[in-house]
């Protein structure tokens, strides 16, 4: 087993800051950016003040995306509709994003089988870039599973098979497993590289892709403090540094949380999910700053303690 408190205790990062660029180059971070979907199909996100994106609203950020240069889609067969608002989106316009699905375990191995090819078709594409398993649970119950989807990538039906993971332990079972391509964790301001990096040099090392979602921990690092919950009052003095060292360093929440996430050379992925074209716009106007190094050390001095607060799903 991993001894974490080991890893955590190591004064020395797995890549020093030396090795990181002073500045991102926008052309390659553009290439990381994977935009989320969920806001299509589903009111999703502590700070989100507009509820489901329209249909038509959805459109305009795709537009968007693609003009920008974002090429890969995350979905889910769990966010409403989404699936569907990207179909008629790829029918409407002819242009085809590359799409990253996460499904979860209905009934048996043949609705699987029927779900790929529903969906291909639903979004008018002749393979998924990544299928994803949604639920470790469903990963660890069904075994068979796996022969399935090794069948369907043979067909190449699917790309990559990935996983979507919430815990260290989570984490390293993926590592360790022959099927996943890609796995996806949460990776944030909060949740940093002293609590992943060693397990992240790790997956990089067994060849695996590593997606990484919650940089903005569903907006919590936007929100007011006269609007956080007591169950996350604990994080104050967190968020109150954050916001203090933007000030100090004439940066935006966005800007900090973006540069972190895609300054990191062994992710490949960093998904972002937007409320509105305004968001999207701003977000991709961070892309190239000039503030990487002092960001990172500063980041990686944070180590917050109430790390069950970390999984929006102890929120509630």
């Known amino acids: 087993m991993v001894d974490y408190h080991r890893w955590k205790n190591k004064k020395k990062s797995v890549f020093s800051y030396k090795e990181k660029p002073s500045f991102i180059n926008k052309d390659v971070s553009i290439?990381?950016?994977?935009?989320?979907?969920?806001?299509?199909?589903?009111?999703?996100g502590i700070n989100n003040q507009s509820g489901k994106i329209s249909e038509e609203q959805s459109f305009v950020i795709?537009?968007?995306?693609?003009?920008?240069?974002i090429e890969r889609l995350d979905t889910s067969d769990n966010y409403g509709n989404a699936i569907?608002?990207?179909?008629?989106?790829?029918h409407a316009s002819h242009k085809i994003f590359k799409i990253l699905n996460k499904f979860s375990f209905l009934d048996n191995d043949k609705n699987i089988v029927r779900k790929v090819d529903n969906s291909l078709k639903i979004l008018g594409i002749n393979i998924?870039?990544?299928?994803?398993?949604?639920?470790?649970?469903d990963f660890i119950d069904n075994h068979e599973l796996q022969g399935i989807l090794m069948k369907l990538k043979k067909q190449k039906l699917i790309n990559k098979i990935g996983i979507s993971v919430y815990s260290n332990q989570e984490f390293e079972i993926a590592i360790n497993s022959e099927i996943i391509d890609v796995i996806q964790i949460p990776y944030n301001i909060f949740d940093n590289y002293?609590?992943?990096?060693?397990?992240?040099?790790?997956?990089?090392?067994?060849?695996?892709?590593?997606?990484?979602?919650?940089?903005?921990?569903?907006g919590l690092f936007f929100l007011?403090?006269?609007?956080i919950f007591s169950k996350l009052r604990p994080l104050m003095p967190y968020l109150r540094k954050i916001k203090d060292f933007c000030k100090k360093q004439n940066i935006s929440v966005n800007e900090l949380a973006l540069t972190y996430a895609i300054s990191n050379p062994d992710i490949n992925g960093v998904l972002i999910g937007v409320d509105s074209i305004e968001q999207l716009t701003e977000n991709l106007n961070c892309l190239k700053?000039?503030?990487?190094?002092?960001?990172?050390?500063?980041?990686?001095?944070?180590?917050?303690?109430e790390t069950e607060l970390l999984n929006p799903v102890n929120w509630k």
């Open 31 to 44: 290439k990381k950016i994977i935009l989320g979907t969920v806001q299509f199909g589903l009111n999703y």
């Open 62 to 69: 795709l537009n968007q995306a693609y003009r920008s240069g």
């Open 84 to 90: 569907k608002v990207i179909g008629r989106y790829h």
């Open 128 to 137: 998924f870039d990544v299928y994803s398993y949604h639920s470790f649970k």
């Open 194 to 218: 002293n609590k992943r990096g060693v397990l992240i040099a790790r997956a990089k090392h067994n060849g695996k892709e590593i997606h990484i979602r919650s940089i903005f921990l569903q």
């Open 224 to 227: 007011n403090e006269r609007n």
């Open 289 to 305: 700053s000039e503030h990487t190094q002092v960001i990172t050390k500063f980041v990686e001095t944070l180590d917050v303690k």
